[in-house]
């Protein structure tokens, strides 16, 4: 029995049903992606771990700081990934091959003239980032330093996001595992290469990763040439800047822009409302923003599945794969949250230890690990429904949502930290995360209808 006989039979039982295939599919594309979004935090917790077991709590403080710096330059910038993702998962839903190649190139382009920008404005960018978020001195100026060590490979970190959002968007979820491995193994060699060998310290740190962004693109860059379309007329200038077609990024691309700077800015607004209540406390949320960090990364892989699948869908026109694989992907992220509170709840402790031997840091941080155990299953379905809008390029509503969400928590942590303290910072962080959610799924049905007809071709999963 041939592939489409089967999945004739996995439907016929119901067909509200959700098709086993479906399980399949969302699994199949989920688990690489999952596998290399954990190689993210792990790569974090590696360079926590190695600034934790120096000298003074300050050098862990001003890797966090430069670490929160880079989320706002690079992670502001994750529109990269993001918009790639949607636009190209459209195209490869409707078979576009034209467009598959069209929207890298435009993305590569617009990611290097961002870059040379950043680097050219990179000592005000610094200097105006560690003075807002805080901090003794000492920590500000290791968080310099970890800084202008990294910065300079800001184009091709960016290009990179543009890479792993094509491989996503054609469902190359395999070759994104090797990718992304092959870029932490390589930031997490020369950490250690840079810091214990060298003796570099916190500019190691910084160098180890702007190391890696850089072997990354090259490698990155083989594999795209060996996966391009093939057959295709030479790329044309006029195509290229055609205006529809660059309005419709751009306006993607600045709402996916906004939406997350309004992420970044409530992760900045909390550090900065840690540092005030001192040293131990700041470097204390580091740590436990790592657990935050890595649910995030494992639980976004069934976020990134749901953006191609529900683009694919949309390029498709059906409206039966899109609910599907929402569905599906919702079902999975569940369960994976759950796991995540569990193990936060019943190991926390023994995680906080192996991060820091700091005594003052690992007591402040296990007073608030509750928290942490928690987020999970409130912060799951912001997440899940992210993938959902991004893979549909309704990315006004994602802003809006998101901007929403920001309101909520400035409005929380004003009322519960002057009177809770950091228990009530993290509590708004919490209602910041539910408020996501909520708002984006007000909006689900709305979009479910205008996906298009209850059948259409099934272009979902070809390339697994």
Known sequence: MNDRANDRAEDAPSASAVPVRWHRRVLTLAFPIVLANLTQPILGAVDTAVA???????????????????????????????????????????????????????????????????????????????????????????????????????????????????????????????TQVFINAVNIVAVLLYVYAFHWGVAGIGAATATADALGLAFGAVLLWQMRPRGLPPLERAALLDRDALTRMVAINRDIFVRTMCLLGTFGWLAHLGARQGDATLAANALLLNFQTFMAYGLDGFAHAAEALVGAAIGARNRDAFRHAVKVAMLWSALGALCFAIVYWAAGASIVEGLTDQPAVRATAEAFLPWTALSPVVSVWGFLLDGVFIGATRTRELMTSMIVSLGVFLAASWALVGTHGNHGLWAALLLFMAARGLTLARLLPRLAHDVGPDSGPDTAGRHG
């Open 52 to 178: 934790g077991h120096l000298d003074s709590a300050s050098y862990l403080g001003g890797v966090a700081l430069g670490g929160l710096f880079f989320n706002f330059v690079f992670w502001g910038f994750g529109f990269l990934r993001m918009g790639t993702t949607g636009l190209v998962a459209q195209s490869f839903g409707a078979d576009d091959q034209a467009g598959l190649r069209m929207n890298i190139v435009r993305a590569l382009l617009l990611a290097f003239a961002i870059g040379v920008v950043v680097l050219a404005l990179q000592v005000p960018l610094i200097d105006f980032a560690v003075r807002t978020i805080g901090g003794s001195d000492e920590v500000q100026r290791h968080a310099r330093t970890y800084c202008h060590a990294r910065i300079w490979a800001a184009p091709l970190a960016l290009a990179n996001y543009v890479v792993l959002g094509w491989l996503l968007g054609t469902q190359r979820v395999r070759v994104a595992l090797v």
